[in-house]
């Protein structure tokens, strides 16, 4: 037989001991690996997931400078053929907007316009001028202030559309966000862009933009004259949308500041398909302005696909490992009752085998006793062999009694009917039983029954027995829990003689039978009859069962 290792015994027996806590720790345990796991690569997502945002925020952010980066270029070229002409009149501003293509190659812009730089005083003059180099009229507004040493009304403005013809004849000077930026780029001589602001072209609405200014020097004049500022307005949401077009619109939400990250600087923004908020930010550097870009992940708060995966595969495996652990188990269980049932069977057998040899001790024991004493007694062989076998016939109906009852409890009046059953017959009225329901012990039923049997024997060969008109009487009663009283009497028999030598049966009941019995025995041989009172113990079911050892 292959024995089991330590390892193993004492996996075994952890199965045994805890039945339910054993599968329950391997759920736990495949669950928190799966959770790290998951963890693991939710983390190694989120870290790919802001990689991807930075480098996206940076492509953005890269695209919005080319964007400004391109339009400050063509305003410096503005600047510069401006500068060299004495006047900018209408057709030279047309023919230089033509050029840029500024409607194919920039959405996004408003467009390339002119603003000239006026005194107060020079506003009539500047009104004339344009009527008679257009063709149309121009009004200047809002009205100069007293304390306003110029004005930069927005002269021109290509392309010429509904939405332009707005902003023609306002003077930016005006707005102290405009005047800042253009006295900026004055004083470093190169394109500024201004913070937020709402556009004049956009009349009621509000969507907010910014401009670009380059001013224009009178070329050739020492100190430096201000003629005036080219300039681009952009529309901040169609901006930012340009941009994304040049580098492939995805999911991901953006979002366009004026230098500080807060809802009342928010310039644009195209909302991401899901608000995570993960999010990057990024400077934006437009016309010497500081801008921020905020790149928002649109990735929700699922599970990506590799950790659905390895979550359902980990709850997959603790199923299986669960319900191989309750086989496993079930198993160790049902192997364990075996070994316990195949150790009680086995106790058993011991334990009878014990109560066998036990019995069959007791039981030579009494025949040769019963030899012995019957060898003595007897006169004849014929005498010695009818005497033998009707006490061994008495011994072999109590065992039967105890077989059927598997050697346990024998109740007193099956084991006097057994032993007068030969008397019985055809005899109602010659013998009278009385008692209540008591059982005997294995050994005292057998030394009762051999007492019985040789009362009988003696009451059919000498006593009531024996003639007509005589009665036997065997009456019981309990006396305590522990002990029964059991009374023979005989009457209407022959006269008992007094004067007797005293028998087998006499010393079989008075000495063997009150031996066994743990009592004394009274045997009474009256002229009238003969009468008998046993005492027997009354042991409770476990000082007697087999299985109970000895």
């Known amino acids: 037989m292959v024995q089991e290792a330590p390892r193993e015994r004492r996996a075994r027996r952890l199965l045994m001991d805890y039945p339910r806590a054993v599968p329950v720790a391997i759920f736990l345990l495949i669950a928190a690996i799966t959770g ?95 009527e008679q180099a257009s063709g149309g009229t121009i009004e200047v507004f809002p009205a100069a202030a007293d304390d306003q040493s110029q004005i930069v009304p927005v002269t021109f403005l290509r392309p010429d559309n509904e939405r332009n013809r707005r902003a023609i004849g306002f003077d930016m000077y005006s707005d102290p966000v405009r005047r800042a930026a253009m006295d900026e780029s004055v004083r470093v001589s190169g394109p500024i862009a201004t913070g937020m602001l709402v556009l004049q072209q956009e009349g009621v609405g509000s969507a907010p933009g910014f401009i670009m200014y380059m001013p224009v020097f009178q070329d050739g004049r020492s100190p430096r004259r201000l003629k005036g500022f080219i300039y681009s307005p952009f529309n901040a949401s169609e901006f930012l949308s340009s941009a994304l077009e040049l580098e492939t619109r995805g999911e991901k939400g953006l979002r366009l500041y004026d230098r500080d990250i807060a809802p009342e600087r928010l310039l644009a923004e195209i909302e991401p398909a899901a608000a995570t908020g993960m999010t990057v930010s990024e400077p934006v550097t437009v016309a010497n302005h500081e801008f921020v870009l905020v790149v928002e992940s649109a990735r929700g708060n699922s599970l990506s696909k590799l950790s659905m995966l390895t979550l359902l595969f ?38 009878l085998t014990r109560e066998l040899n036990h019995r069959v001790k007791n039981t030579l024991a009494n025949v040769l006793s019963i030899i012995s004493l019957t060898r003595r007694r007897a006169e004849t062989l014929d005498g010695f ?166």
Request: include cysteine; hydrophobic fraction near 40%.
């Open 36 to 130: 790290l796991s998951v963890f693991a690569i939710e983390n190694g997502e989120q870290q790919r997931e802001r990689a991807e945002l930075r480098e996206r925020a940076q492509a953005v952010a890269s695209a919005l400078e080319r964007r400004g980066g391109t339009t400050a270029s063509y305003l410096r070229a503005g600047a510069a053929f401006f500068s060299s002409v004495p006047f900018v009149t209408r057709p030279e501003f047309d023919r230089f907007v033509s050029n840029l293509r500024v409607d194919s190659d920039y959405r996004g812009s408003e467009g390339i316009g002119w603003a000239a730089r006026l005194r107060p005083s020079e506003i009539a003059e500047f009104q004339t001028n344009f």
């Open 314 to 351: 980990g709850i997959l495996v603790a199923a299986l490992l669960i319900v191989v652990a309750r086989l496993l188990t079930r198993q160790a269980l049902e192997d364990r009752a075996s070994l316990a049932w195949l150790e009680e069977q086995s106790s058993i057998r011991n334990v």
């Open 385 to 550: 062999a009818d005497g033998l076998d009707g006490r061994i016939r008495a011994l072999s109906a109590t065992h039967d009694l105890l077989t059927q009852s598997e050697w346990g409890a024998t109740p007193i009046r099956s084991l006097v009917e057994a032993e007068l059953a030969p008397y019985a017959k055809n005899a109602e009225g010659i013998l009278v039983m009385d008692g209540p329901d008591v059982e005997l012990a294995p050994n005292d039923a057998l030394s009762l029954g051999l007492a019985i049997h040789e009362l009988a024997t003696n009451a059919a060969k000498y006593g009531a027995l024996s003639e007509a008109g005589g009665k036997v009487s065997i009456c019981w009663s309990t006396l305590s829990e522990e002990l029964a009283e059991i009374r023979w009497c005989e009457e209407g028999g022959p006269a008992v003689p007094q004067e007797r030598s005293a028998g087998f049966g006499t010393n079989l009941i008075e000495k063997i039978v009150a031996h066994e019995l743990r009592n004394p025995v009274k045997l009474n041989f009256h002229p009238d009859g003969v009468s008998c009172t046993m005492v027997v113990p009354l042991r409770k079911p476990s000082d007697f069962a087999i299985r109970a050892g000895r």
